[in-house]
């Protein structure tokens, strides 16, 4: 099997670091799309294991967990009805535990916005982390049955919610002013 030389590939993944697109990162290295794809793919799974296996026994003070939206393929009232449903098609999340003080991302998944998934996030974090936390979410409902599972009753915790008002200048997706 073919591998690319390291520095062909050091180029590749800094251009998409920058955040070049695939196609122009195939333009600009010579390389095929199927390989720059193979590489990447390569290099993500490197990334979670090296994260699986050192982010332990974390000694952070504050944790802060959140969910962040995004669509693959279509936004979920565009995806065709052969493929609702199918993960992958329309909206992902991204959980997300996060240091405070070091931003060192301490815990993440990816997948739909479920109750198991806070649950699988809280019971992570709780095994990576070395003593009490203060732990930080926002208001979504899960989340303080899912703390309680993962961590009993060794966690600070707290939920920060957010009251916005009007302001006239927001956005089709900006929320309001922050009060």
């Known amino acids: 099997m073919n591998k690319l030389p390291l520095p ?29 794809l193979k590489l990447l793919a390569d290099l ?29 393929y279509a936004k979920a009232k565009n995806v065709p009805a052969d493929k609702q449903g199918t993960f992958g098609y329309g909206d992902v999340w991204t959980w997300t535990a996060l240091d405070a003080d070091t931003k060192l991302m301490v815990s993440y998944l990816v997948g739909p916005r479920t109750p198991g998934m806070a649950f699988d996030l809280m019971k992570d ?40 008002g009007e302001d006239g200048r927001q956005g089709r997706y900006s929320p309001g002013r922050f009060i």
């Open 125 to 164: 974090v709780a095994a990576r982390l070395a003593g009490k936390v203060q732990l930080t979410t926002d208001g979504l409902y899960w989340y303080p049955h899912a703390v309680e599972h993962a961590f009993g009753i060794d966690v600070d915790y707290a939920v920060q919610t957010k009251k916005y």
């Open 44 to 72: 993500g799974e490197a990334c979670a294991e090296y994260h699986d296996s050192h982010v332990r026994s974390v000694t952070a003070k504050r944790i802060q967990c959140d969910e962040i939206w995004q669509y693959v």
């Open 8 to 36: 062909k590939r050091v180029t590749i993944v800094s251009a998409l670091v920058e955040g070049n697109s695939l196609r122009s990162t195939c333009r600009m290295t010579g390389v095929a799309m199927n390989t720059v």
